[in-house]
Each structure stands twice: as C-alpha cells, then as structure tokens.
C-alpha cells in the first residue's frame, strides 16, 4: 500500500498551520484538564475484603500493596492460569512503564495484577526482562469485585489509614493514555497506522499490529 505524504508548502504556510494546530492542542489540553479535575473529584468505593494476593516476597493483602503510599494504581493484566502467553497489548503497556520512583516521590505505587499464579506470572517476567512490581490475584474474587471479567484495565485506589477505597476505573481505549508509545505515533505523519485514521494511513485493525517486544 502507498502512503499519501503531506503536501509540501512554504516555511510560512507551515508556520500558519502549526499556529493553527496548537490553538486545537491547547484547546484539548485545557479539555483534559477539566475532566482531570472531574476525575479528582469522583466518589470512591470502599474495598474492604481480605484479599490474599502473592507476589515474590509471599501473601500480600491490599492494603501490602501500597507499599506504605497512600495511593496505589494497578494495573490487571490479561494473564490467565494455564497461559503461558500473556496478552501483546498489556505486554506493550508495561513495556511503556516508567522509572517508579517519580511516581513515588508523589504518594503513588504502581503495580501489575494478574490473575495467572505466582509461577506463570514470574516465568513471563522473565521472558520479557521486567522488573516492574507483579501480584497474583489467584483464587481471589479481586478481578470479579473490580468489574474485570476477563480484560484488562486500571484501577487506582486510596489509603486512608486502613481503609482501602476505589476511586477510578478505565479500560478499552482508556488503557491509551498510559502507553507512550502510541503517544509518540500520533505526532508522526503515519500515525498508528491503523484502518480508522485518515485515508491511505493504513490497513491495520486497531492494536493488531501489536506484538511482544521479542516477536517483532
């Protein structure tokens, strides 16, 4: 498939469409910041089940999982017991996890749920080189409780002493914002490369060109 190109203009017609562009990014910037302050606003849930998780140091409950912060984001990640191939796009979401220590710096820990056991979890990690956190949820009704079914998504969650609430949950196309490396494909003329953009951008579905690091 051919690609279409941009047209190609003047430095001062260039110049007028990039003004133009920005006066719609920082429309949409200060779009985002409204429903972030919305999102800070939300109602929470409280979670108060003794959930038992396990990650590499033993049993861990929910609480554990803050690892003393006060907030926690988890991610739950499509790994089932009995798979041995954990799904391409939550592999490419961690992939694009950052360094912790600045979200510690701000009272937050992240960390990986997954519903596979200790042993299935820990074996995928290795393939893929992580040393991102991981938890296994198995056995455990947290997934159900969360609305997880058999997905992924993010959930963030809020200490208050001990008591553990839920305040946000986004899934499906929600998941985006959080992988940086579809963050840099939409400021390339190419973009994602995928059959919904513009005309002669590209042919695949959303996320099927999507694969482990180690397979491309």
Same mark, same amino acid.
């Given at each position: 498939?051919?690609?279409?190109?941009?047209?190609? *203009?003047?430095?001062?017609?260039?110049?007028?469409?990039?003004?133009?562009?920005?006066?719609?990014?920082?429309? @949409?910037?200060?779009?985002?910041?409204?429903?972030?302050?919305?999102?800070?606003?939300?109602?929470?849930?409280?979670?108060?089940? %003794?959930?038992?998780?396990?990650?590499?140091?033993? +049993?861990?409950?929910?609480?554990? @999982?803050?690892?003393?912060? +006060?907030?926690?984001? *988890?991610?739950?990640?499509?790994?089932? &017991?009995?798979?041995?191939?954990?799904? &391409?796009?939550?592999? @490419?979401?961690?992939?694009?996890?950052?360094?912790?220590?600045?979200?510690?710096?701000?009272?937050?820990?992240?960390? *990986?749920?997954?519903?596979?056991? &200790?042993?299935?979890?820990? +074996?995928?990690?290795?393939?893929?080189?992580?040393?991102?956190?991981?938890?296994?949820?198995?056995?455990?009704?947290?997934?159900?409780?969360?609305?997880?079914?058999?997905?992924?998504?993010?959930?963030?969650?809020?200490?208050?002493? %001990?008591? *553990?609430?839920?305040?946000?949950?986004?899934?499906?196309?929600?998941? %985006?914002?959080?992988?940086?490396?579809?963050?840099?494909?939409?400021?390339?003329?190419?973009?994602?490369?995928?059959?919904?953009?513009?005309?002669?951008?590209?042919?695949?579905? &959303?996320?099927?060109?999507?694969?482990?690091?180690?397979?491309?």
């Amino acid at each position: 498939m051919t690609t279409a190109l941009p047209r190609i *203009v003047s430095p001062e017609e260039w110049a007028s469409a990039r003004e133009e562009l920005l006066r719609k990014e920082k429309e @949409l910037t200060r779009a985002t910041d409204r429903v972030a302050a919305e999102r800070r606003r939300m109602p929470m849930v409280r979670f108060g089940k %003794d959930y038992a998780f396990t990650d590499r140091e033993g +049993r861990k409950s929910l609480l554990d @999982l803050f690892a003393g912060r +006060r907030q926690l984001i *988890v991610y739950h990640f499509m790994l089932f &017991p009995g798979d041995e191939a954990g799904c &391409p796009g939550c592999s @490419l979401l961690v992939d694009n996890m950052s360094n912790p220590a600045h979200l510690n710096a701000r009272d937050v820990t992240l960390q *990986v749920v997954a519903p596979a056991t &200790p042993a299935e979890i820990e +074996r995928y990690w290795a393939r893929m080189g992580w040393t991102v956190p991981w938890a296994s949820a198995a056995g455990t009704d947290f997934l159900a409780d969360c609305g997880i079914g058999g997905g992924f998504g993010v959930s963030v969650f809020l200490r208050d002493g %001990d008591d *553990v609430f839920r305040t946000y949950f986004t899934s499906n196309r929600g998941g %985006d914002q959080f992988v940086t490396t579809l963050r840099y494909l939409d400021v390339t003329p190419f973009g994602r490369q995928e059959a919904w953009q513009e005309e002669s951008r590209g042919t695949d579905a &959303p996320g099927a060109w999507w694969r482990r690091h180690d397979e491309y």
